[in-house]
């Protein structure tokens, strides 16, 4: 999806001046027949821990948190801590759900509702890579920030290396608007980052 400035300038004004509602996102999202997001939910988290445990090495390349989840009990704290982020409006994570069976994570890793803006993140097991199921599973969680909880400002932050997560960016229409040095400790060294950002006056 490539980005279109608004021209209109009242179009525009409506789009940033449409009244805010503060609200939860929605805990379902549909994309297709095939593909849908489910709010992370704790009676799922063994099936969470083993997509995981099975996916450590393709994980570990970008994604530093994997070494913390070492049993099925470190990730039920962490659905939990995911469930309590949510009800004080700080954000939420999906399950993936692709023919009916869990393949990653996608979610809003953080929700400024004072200047209406979030960040996404997300992991997928190596398997399903290449498909964009990613891209698709982001495009539809922005335009529900958009649309539904209008918010207004979309975040993706990416290791400078990780190609994959570059190229979901640069389809969703999304700016480059810098780069941080050591942005993240990764295991055994510091990595750089891009900031990709859109609006909502920025998509068709």
Known sequence: MQSTILTDTRERR????KKFNYELPYPILMIDDNLELH???IEHKEELFLLIDNNRNHLRKW??????????LDEENFIK?????YSQGRGIHYEIVYD?????NIGLNWIDYNNRSCGVGYW???KYTGNGIITKCCKRLMKHCFYDLNFHRF?????VNNTPSIKVANRLGMRLEGKSLDREWLYDHFTDSFL???????IN
């Open 14 to 17: 409506v789009l940033i001046g």
């Open 100 to 104: 009916g069976q869990i393949v990653g």
């Open 63 to 72: 994604l530093p948190w994997v070494d913390d989840i070492k049993s099925v």
């Open 155 to 159: 975040v993706l932050e990416v290791a």
């Open 39 to 41: 709010q992370m939910t």
């Open 124 to 126: 997928l097991a190596e």
């Open 81 to 85: 801590s995911t469930l309590n982020d």
């Open 196 to 202: 990709y950002a859109i609006t909502i006056v920025e």
